[in-house]
């Protein structure tokens, strides 16, 4: 079965990538990852991804 690529999540690869999207330094954002602060983040072969979807859809579900 193939997805569509408009309905396959959009995932942003590595901490210094990921740093850049949230505001943050590739350090800070690496600590955060490894202790698992930032949600939709996941360690897959080594090297962290994140689904920006989830990620700030945390922030709507927290207000």
Do not use: C, Y
């Amino acid at each position: 079965m193939q997805i569509p690529h408009d309905a396959s999540p959009q995932i942003i690869w590595g901490a210094r990538a990921i740093g850049e999207l949230i505001g943050r330094s590739e350090k800070s954002t690496f600590a955060a990852l490894e202790a698992g602060k930032l949600p939709g983040a996941k360690k897959v072969a080594g090297r962290w991804g994140l689904n920006p979807r989830i990620f700030f859809a945390a922030f709507e579900n927290a207000a």
